[in-house]
C-alpha cells in the first residue's frame, strides 16, 4: 500500500486522531521542506519521529585560512565556523577533510570563557594533553588515528604556521532560500502554527 511507497517516516496513518494526524502532517511537512542548498554537505540526523533530518549544512572550504578570515568568510555565508558538541559530529567533521588534516572547530578564548561560534553553552571538547595552551585563543581538530581525533589551541591570526583547513556551519532552509542563504522568516511548528519570527 501507501507505506511502502513513502520515504522512512513520512507514511501518515489515516487512523490517528485528528489531533495527532494534524501534527503528524505539520512535522512531516517541516522536515520534508527542511533540506541543504545545492553543493552543501548535509549533517543529517534520525529525528524523534524516526525522519533523517539535517542538522546543518556545510560549506567545506577548497582553500586554508587563518581562524579570523575563515570566521568572515563564513559570516559572509550566513553562517559560522562549523562547531562540534558530541562525538558523532566530529567524526562527521573528520570526514569532511582529508586523512589527518588540521581543521578549525568554532571555539575560541574570549578572556578566560571558551565561547562557541554557534552561541551555544556547551562543555563538550576533545582537547588533547596539555590543550588548551593561555595566548592561543583558537582550536582545531585533527585526528590522531583511526577515528580519534583531538583539538589542540593555535593563535587565530598567523598565517605562516596556522592557515587551516575549515568547514562553515549554514542552517538547513526550506523554499524560502536563494543563492545568498535562507529568508530571515523563522516559522516555529507546534501541534499548529504558533508565531512567525522575523
Known amino acids: 500500500g501507501l507505506e511502502?511507497?513513502?520515504?522512512?517516516?513520512f507514511y501518515l496513518n489515516d487512523t490517528s486522531t485528528s489531533t495527532e494526524l494534524d501534527s503528524d502532517?505539520?512535522?512531516?511537512?517541516?522536515?520534508?521542506?527542511?533540506?541543504?542548498?545545492?553543493?552543501?554537505?548535509?549533517?543529517?540526523?534520525?529525528?524523534?519521529?524516526?525522519?533523517?533530518?539535517p542538522r546543518g549544512c556545510f560549506h567545506v572550504s577548497s582553500f586554508s585560512a587563518v581562524y579570523n578570515a575563515a570566521d568572515d568568510n563564513c559570516q559572509g555565508?550566513?553562517?559560522?565556523?562549523?562547531?562540534?558538541?558530541?562525538?558523532?559530529?566530529?567524526?562527521?567533521?573528520?570526514?569532511?577533510?582529508?586523512?589527518?588534516?588540521?581543521f578549525w572547530v568554532g571555539l575560541r578564548m574570549n578572556g578566560t570563557e571558551l565561547?562557541?561560534?554557534?552561541?551555544?553553552?556547551?562543555?563538550?571538547t576533545l582537547w588533547a594533553p596539555g590543550n588548551p595552551v593561555t595566548g592561543q585563543?583558537?582550536?582545531?581538530?585533527?585526528?590522531?588515528?583511526?577515528?580519534?581525533s583531538s583539538w589542540f589551541s593555535a593563535p587565530c591570526?598567523?598565517?605562516?604556521?596556522?592557515?587551516?583547513?575549515?568547514?562553515?556551519?549554514?542552517?538547513?532552509?526550506?523554499t524560502d532560500c536563494n543563492s545568498r542563504g535562507c529568508g530571515s522568516r523563522?516559522?516555529?511548528?507546534?501541534?499548529r502554527p504558533t508565531a512567525v519570527l522575523n
Not at 77 to 102: I, N, Q, W, Y
Not at 116 to 121: I, K, L
Not at 186 to 191: C, E, G, P
Open 4 to 9: 511502502d511507497i513513502t520515504s522512512p517516516g
Open 25 to 53: 502532517v505539520l512535522y512531516a511537512l517541516c522536515d520534508a521542506n527542511c533540506f541543504c542548498r545545492k553543493g552543501l554537505t548535509s549533517y543529517d540526523v534520525i529525528n524523534s519521529r524516526g525522519r533523517e533530518i
Open 77 to 102: 555565508l550566513g553562517g559560522f565556523v562549523a562547531t562540534v558538541h558530541d562525538d558523532a559530529k566530529e567524526l562527521f567533521m573528520l570526514s569532511l577533510f582529508p586523512p589527518k588534516s588540521k
Open 115 to 124: 565561547v562557541w561560534a554557534d552561541g551555544s553553552y556547551d562543555d563538550f
Open 137 to 148: 585563543d583558537c582550536a582545531y581538530g585533527q585526528q590522531q588515528t583511526g577515528f580519534v
Open 157 to 174: 591570526t598567523d598565517p605562516l604556521t596556522n592557515s587551516m583547513r575549515y568547514a562553515c556551519q549554514l542552517r538547513p532552509c526550506g
Open 186 to 191: 523563522v516559522q516555529i511548528w507546534m501541534a
